[in-house]
């Protein structure tokens, strides 16, 4: 089946600017993550979705920053206001397992680049 | 709140040669789990190896192998037999089981292997 899907693969947008992320994940999935890597450091966890449950979102950097999923399946990632130090590769992930054994599934990631 | 760390930042190992990977991490915790992840160019990560802090016995996965030491809170990644597909970035993680499973990352180290 197919993997995770995120969209679009490379955004370049001016600062100030509000931008959109998108996550398909596994067809089956109930947990659901997006993460940031910025160069030269590891991943940085932004918010968790699991199920019908109240989304984590204590990793979210600032405000500015909101995430979405609808019908439990596709999520959104929005940036407002966009900065130059938002600039990262922005991942999605998904796993099966509400126990959590750990077996992300993650997709190729969005670079966005703020001039 | 855990920490991971992986100390070096680039290694360089021959064609058919083994080489080793370091982690460290710092939690209270006795009960987790610790993975490595790949993530080559294309920039789609991908597990690599799990283990069960609970396991004595250090995991194995083909060529990848690990050297769990829990008292020193040490978690080493060996690749026996290097191919030149081997050539990516490896994150170390960290993991405590439960509703909320957020995967902890080091910074990652870029790993080339030379023909």
């Known amino acids: 089946g197919a993997g995770v899907s995120q969209s679009p693969s490379n955004k370049v947008t001016e600062k100030g600017k509000d931008v959109e992320l998108r996550c398909d994940p596994i067809s089956g999935h109930t947990a659901l993550y997006w993460y940031r890597q910025s160069l030269g450091q590891g991943l940085e966890f932004l918010i968790y979705f699991q199920g019908n449950s109240a989304p984590d979102k204590s990793g979210l950097p600032s405000d500015r920053f909101s995430a979405e999923r609808t019908g439990g399946s596709v999520s959104t990632l929005t940036i407002q206001r966009t900065q130059q130090e938002d600039s990262a590769v922005y991942l999605c992930?998904?796993?099966?397992?509400?126990?959590?054994?750990?077996?992300?599934?993650f997709g190729e990631g969005s670079r966005l680049t703020v001039l | 709140a855990q920490t991971v760390t992986q100390s070096q930042p680039e290694m360089s190992v021959q064609e058919a040669e083994t080489v080793t990977l370091s982690c460290t991490y710092d939690t209270s915790e006795s009960n987790y789990y610790l993975f490595w992840y790949k993530q080559p160019p294309s920039r789609q990560m991908i597990l690599v190896i799990r283990q069960e802090a609970y396991k004595q016995q250090n995991a194995t996965e083909n060529r990848f192998s690990v050297n769990f030491q829990k008292a020193a809170k040490s978690f080493s990644l060996k690749i026996s037999d290097s191919q030149l597909g081997d050539t990516a970035m490896y994150f170390c993680?960290?993991?405590?089981?439960?509703?909320?499973?957020?995967?902890?990352f080091g910074k990652g180290i870029t790993l080339s292997v030379r023909p």
């Open positions: 992930a998904s796993s099966f397992s509400y126990q959590g054994t750990g077996e992300l599934f």
């Open positions: 993680a960290f993991m405590i089981p439960g509703a909320n499973s957020k995967l902890t």
